[in-house]
Each structure stands twice: as C-alpha cells, then as structure tokens.
C-alpha cells in the first residue's frame, strides 16, 4: 500500500489535470455514498464514504478546528487522512494526506462546475473569504481562466484579506483588497465565496447580469453564505444533489422556508458534464453549490495515485 505525503505529490498536480479528472469521474458509475458529522461546540470530525462500481473505494476522515490558526504557534484548522482501496479485491491501495485531496477536490469541484457554467471569458473575480481555500482559489481560478485580469479579495477581518493579497502579488493578475463588498459583487464575473459564516453575507440584489457565483463555505445544516434572491435570481447548480439536499444549510434552510423548491436546483455536475443542464443565455446569473463529497476525493485520490 502507498502512502503519499503532501509533498511531492502536490508539485506533480495541476488544476486543469484535476479538473479533467473530476470531468472523466462524473462519466463514471454513479456513486454510493455515506457521510457521518459529529463534533463538540465549534469543533468537529467529518468521515465520508465513496463507492463507485469498477473505479474505486475511499474514506476520508477529516477534522475541522477554526481555532486552531489562532493558536500560538498556529496549527492547521483542517487535518486527516484518505484510505483507498481497490474496488475488485477490496485491498486497501493508498493512504493520502488528507489536506492534499481537500486542496485539490475542493477548488476542483468549483472550477469544474465554472468551467460548465460561468460565462467563458470573464476578466474580474471576487474572492469571498482569505483562509487556504481562499489562497487556492486565487491560484486555482486564474489557471483555469487566463483571461482573468484583476482578483478582488474581500473578507470580514480586512488585515486577513491584506495578508493573502500581499501573499499572491507581483503575477499577470492584479491582486486587491475590496473594501466594499456590494461594489466588488457587482463588478465581478465570477463571485467564489469560501468563508464559516452562517448568515448570509452575499446578496442576490448586488449581482450583475451574466455572472457566475460559486458557494464553497457552507457545509452544515445551518450554515449559508448566500441570501434568498442569490438562489432565486440565479440558475442554480449543485455538485450533487445527495450530497447537498437534506445536508447543507445553503440549500436545504431555503428549501424548508418556501425560498426555492427542489425543481430549482437544475441539475448537478453528472446532468452538466453529460450536457444535459446548463446556463441558459449570456445574461443568465448561474450559482453553484459545491457541496463536496467523498466520490469526489476518490476521483482526485485516484489521479494522486496514478502520479504520486
């Protein structure tokens, strides 16, 4: 059994190998999944399941302290591991380090759905939030998208979102601050928010036609990062709809108002990437939820795998 540490293998990745992989995984059987959360006030540890006939076996145990960059020396707030394993003898093949997956899956799992929905083009992203899955995102979004020019960062704690700009300056991109987040949104082309809030920051109201909004944050039953109109105004997407409905506070906590129906979720990423749901017109706002998922770390596990 191999057991692949962050690096090298993380030097060996690209986005557009990542992105590619989560496309070819979506032409794959579909999955049998299984999620279990528990956790002790702020703090809790999220093990989730794949199965996907013919291509693989994953678990994936990860814990999630938010109070642990605050600590003196900081420490990572994500930690874990990834256990696969072959799907024809049931022989475990790999343990990967758990952030490395997270990484790569989680800013894959956005760029693919961007890659099907957002307007092909765009030239100014916003980036809500300035934790790690903020600092790939300004990595990831670029490579995916060479004709972004300018990158707004806006996040609650401003000396946070000074610190990640300073960190990715002095490339092609132009790098900010954005102060005001309402102007920042209605300039964007792409919003991709990424923070733990659990009221919504990201009004609908702000949005400018044609543009592609990616929820990344919330990922329990009573956190959201959007309001109501966010949905509503745009065209909304999930990764999957198991993974999403019944599980995530930013699509299940407007389901249960009357905000939206299910029949306003028009598809996932298998009705995308077999081109059967998509945006309608130029002018149409699309919203993602990347809701993550443990068959998609077995996608990104078993790239890892292949090259590690």
């Known amino acids: 059994m191999k057991t692949i540490a962050f690096d090298p293998a993380d030097s060996q990745l690209t986005w557009t190998a990542v992105v590619d992989a989560l496309d070819a995984g979506h032409r794959e059987a579909k999955p049998s999944i299984g999620d279990l959360l528990i956790g002790s006030g702020e ?5 989730r399941t794949a199965w996907i006939e013919g291509f693989g076996i994953a678990l994936k145990s990860m814990s999630v302290f938010p109070g642990n960059p605050r600590a003196d020396p900081p420490r990572p707030s994500v930690q874990g ?11 475990p093949s790999a343990l990967i380090d758990g952030p490395l997956v997270t990484k790569w899956k989680t800013v894959g799992d956005s760029l693919l759905g961007a890659r099907l929905l ?9 980036v809500c939030g300035a934790g790690t899955v903020a600092a790939h995102l300004v990595e990831g979004y670029p490579a995916l998208f060479p004709t972004i020019e300018t990158i707004l960062v806006w996040n609650r704690t401003t000396k946070r979102a000074e610190q990640l700009v ?15 987040l309402e102007a920042a949104a209605g300039e964007a082309d792409i919003v991709t928010c990424a923070t733990l809030a659990k009221e919504p920051f990201l009004k609908g109201a702000w949005l400018k036609a044609g543009a592609h909004v990616d929820l990344i944050g919330a990922y329990t039953p009573q956190m959201r990062e959007a309001d109501d109109t966010v949905l509503s105004r745009g065209e909304l997407f999930v990764d999957s709809r198991q993974t999403t409905i019944g599980h995530i506070g930013e699509i299940q906590i ?3 108002e009357g905000a939206i129906t299910r029949d306003d979720i028009r598809g996932d990423l298998y009705d995308l990437v077999a081109g059967k749901a998509g945006r309608s017109g130029p002018d149409a706002i699309t919203v993602f939820k990347n809701g993550g998922g443990a068959h998609l770390d077995l ?3 078993r790239l890892i795998e292949k090259i590690a």
Do not use: H, R, Y
């Open 166 to 180: 300073d960190a990715a300056s002095g490339g092609a991109v132009t790098i900010c601050v954005a102060a005001d």
């Open 299 to 301: 996608m990104v596990g």
């Open 254 to 256: 407007p389901l249960d």
């Open 81 to 91: 591991s990834m256990l696969l394993f072959d799907p024809e003898t049931g022989a």
């Open 43 to 47: 703090n809790s540890l999220l093990t």
């Open 118 to 126: 957002a307007n092909p083009k765009p030239k100014t992203l916003l």
